[in-house]
T-cell receptor, first 115, second 112 residues
């Protein structure tokens, strides 16, 4: 069984469109994240949610809106897509931080291409 | 979070041990050292973490110096599938800041 899954794997769309990426984890984790990996391969955190509550928002344009319907899901909605949004987006999850077992489990990524 | 310094690339022969260094001279007392890797076109994968003592699991060993200013990840018998970018990250897992800050990492190439 896939621990952290994302859909779609590839997403090609035009500038100005609105799109969503879905993420689900079946690990029973409390915390979920979205990361962006740009063309230079730098991996940066965008958001994190703990028990459906937003706890990190790393200076991401408000065109990006995460939504967590329940603890196992964290979706990413992007409005008015721009060329610079082209990247690979990774979802991740972890147990609640506060102890030594803080490893994050990453999904396979969604490659977004904006034309 | 403390910054880390890693060599941009390393080579290793298949079957030999791969020793990946990381400097984290500004690490604070409650920060853990984590290692992740990213195989091409995949999501990052957790490898190992430690605070003070050396750690070993089925994937690798982590050697942390006594002053905690540097560490070494050891893959005891590297295979071609271990070719990946390896990230050394220091993080205070006891705080409310749950994010991982990835640097540029080390591209390890395992050669046949």
């Amino acid at each position: 069984d896939t621990a952290v899954s994302q859909t779609p794997k590839y997403l090609v769309t035009q500038m100005g469109n609105d799109k969503s990426i879905k993420c689900e984890q079946n690990l029973g984790h409390d915390t979920m994240y979205w990361y962006k990996q740009d063309s230079k391969k730098f991996l940066k955190i965008m958001f994190s949610y703990n028990n459906k509550e937003l706890i990190i928002n790393e200076t991401v344009p408000n065109r990006f809106s995460p939504k967590s319907p329940d603890k196992a899901h964290l979706n990413l909605h992007i409005n008015s897509l721009e060329l610079g949004d082209s990247a690979v987006y990774f979802c991740a999850s972890s147990r609640l931080a506060g102890g030594p077992s803080y490893e994050q489990y990453f999904g396979p990524g969604t490659r977004l291409t904006v034309t | 979070d403390a910054k880390t310094t890693q060599p941009p690339s390393m080579d290793c022969a298949e079957g030999r041990a791969a020793n990946l260094p990381c400097n984290h001279s500004t690490i604070s007392g409650n920060e853990y050292v984590y290692w992740y890797r990213q195989i091409h076109s995949q999501g990052p994968q957790y490898i190992i973490h430690g605070l003070k003592n050396n750690e070993t699991n089925e994937m690798a060993s982590l050697i942390i110096t006594e002053d905690r200013k540097s560490s070494t990840l050891i893959l005891p018998h590297a295979t071609l599938r271990d070719t990946a970018v390896y990230y050394c990250i220091v993080n205070n897992s006891g705080g409310s800041n749950y994010k991982l800050t990835f640097g540029k990492g080390t591209l390890l190439t395992v050669n046949p």
